[in-house]
């Protein structure tokens, strides 16, 4: 057994994470708020309960938690559980944050683990549930170079591109500005592809010809032949987790001063998107949003 490990948010990208750490011999103890994550994590042979139960016998402990707002509620409550336990009990513990969090918030909950002598390191991840459920996730760490040293052999259980970014906070940096790149790449995608069709062009053929040429980016040579053009839109990223990473770059760009308008455009357009649609609606389905305004003039 490689040793035991907490995971803290089994859903559409944690449980498949932990499942792999189950096939890399880690020791599981997993918590989510949703029951039914949690029989099938125990059912895939994890070990499940509140982290009170578990927070004693784990030298590590993941989280994979829709927001800031979660990760930093979630991160007082293990402050608390560790630090009212007698010093003598406690041992070395490191948390590491693979959700995708706010920068800022990163550093500030960085100091505070530090206080209690709990080491920390944020690890997001890209590739969404495919790479999650295959183990090959794009991972992206902040933290220092020892802690890093020390999680990565964990975290090549989760992924095979395993960067360390920089300081704490550097993942989620780069992560917030990655999806902003995607969701852009995304947004001018369908709306190019729509067009487009509107003047008689095939989407296949043009995503065959662009994927071709220099406009192919990952939403033209992955999410449209998966996801868009067979209208099944299922990739597994909700439009409402991608609107928060939008968000963040958005602010990141804003607070630097920078004068430029396009993430606070794409921003509004996500927004938009999100009130039009469905609650639970998957990011892609920002393709039939822009049905919704796109003239269908043609020539
Ligand atoms: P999800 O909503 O499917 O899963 C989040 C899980 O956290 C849910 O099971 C929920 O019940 C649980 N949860 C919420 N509050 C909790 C709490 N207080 N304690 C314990 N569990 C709690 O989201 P997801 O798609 O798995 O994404 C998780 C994170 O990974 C997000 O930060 C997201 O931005 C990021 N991410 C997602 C993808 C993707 O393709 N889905 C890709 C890369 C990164």
């Known amino acids: 057994m490689n040793g035991n490990i907490g995971f803290i948010g089994l859903g559409k990208m944690g449980l498949p994470m932990a ?4 096939k890399n011999h880690y020791n599981v103890f997993g918590t989510d708020v ?3 994550a949690l029989m099938e994590f125990k059912a895939a042979g994890g070990n499940t309960g509140k982290f009170d139960e578990w927070i004693s016998d784990v030298h590590s402990i993941i989280l994979m938690l829709p927001s800031s707002a979660i990760v930093n509620k979630v991160l007082d409550e293990i402050i608390s559980s560790e630090s009212s336990r007698p010093k ?22 960085s100091k505070k683990l530090e206080q209690s002598q709990i080491s920390f390191v944020d690890a997001p991840v890209s590739g969404g549930v495919k790479k999650a459920v295959e183990g090959t996730l794009t991972i992206m760490a902040g933290g220092t170079a020892d802690h890093f040293q020390k999680c990565k052999r964990l975290l090549s259980a989760m992924g095979t591109n395993i960067f360390h970014v920089g300081p704490i906070g550097s ?31 095939e989407p296949d053929q043009a995503i065959n010809v662009i994927n071709q040429s220099t406009g192919r980016s990952g939403s033209t040579e992955y999410k449209f032949p998966n996801f868009i053009l067979t209208e099944s839109y299922d990739s597994g990223f909700s439009l409402d987790l991608i ?10 760009f804003k607070d630097s001063g920078a004068a430029t308008s396009l993430p606070e455009i794409v921003f509004q357009k996500y927004s938009e998107a999100s009130n039009a649609l469905d609650k639970e609606a998957d990011h892609t389905e920002i393709n039939k949003f822009v049905s919704s305004y796109l003239l269908k003039g043609g020539f």
């Open 243 to 252: 609107k928060k990473d939008i968000g963040m770059a958005n602010q990141l």
């Open 88 to 109: 003598a009990n406690q041992k070395e513990l490191m948390v590491i944050d693979m959700s995708s969090s706010y920068p800022r918030d990163t550093k500030e909950n």
């Open 19 to 22: 499942k792999n750490l189950l």
């Open 34 to 36: 949703n029951v039914d």
């Open 171 to 201: 993942g989620h940096l780069i992560k917030a500005i990655n999806n902003y790149l995607s969701a852009s790449h995304l947004l001018a995608s369908c709306e190019a592809v729509q067009l487009l069709e509107s003047f008689g062009v």
